[in-house]
Nanobody
């Protein structure tokens, strides 16, 4: 059974930082792409950042310069370091694996998904 477990969510004031972690069991991150999606209440789900199995990193425009995706293959863990957080970053963040590149939409019928981590940024 494949499980993705996120941690590191929480509440922070605008301008602050958080680091999300995603650890997999039953699946090897190094052999696949890993991505972070987010969805705020009433909003569309969309891709925030992605790292391919070849190490190519993608960032959605609003994340560029503020978020960093990285992976620790020894720990089978992927991180999303978020800095200069804004209230509009408030959302549930989902770790995913083995998804084709999709900028929009949470296709839970594809790949593997974590349970989500709430990030709340107050002004």
């Amino acid at each position: 059974e494949v499980r993705l477990v996120e941690s590191g969510g929480g509440s922070v004031q605008a301008g602050g930082s958080l680091t999300l972690s995603c650890t997999a069991s039953g699946f090897t991150f190094a052999e696949s792409s890993v991505a972070w999606y987010r969805q705020a209440p009433g909003d569309e789900c969309y891709l925030v950042s992605r790292i391919s199995k070849h190490g190519y990193k993608y960032y959605e425009d609003s994340a560029k310069g503020r978020f960093t995706i990285s992976e620790d293959n020894d720990k089978n863990t992927v991180f999303l370091q978020m800095s200069m957080l804004k209230p509009e970053d408030t959302a549930v963040y989902y770790c995913t694996a083995d998804l084709p590149f999709m900028g929009r939409g949470c296709r839970r019928d594809l790949g593997y998904w974590g349970q989500g981590a709430q990030v709340t940024v107050s002004s």
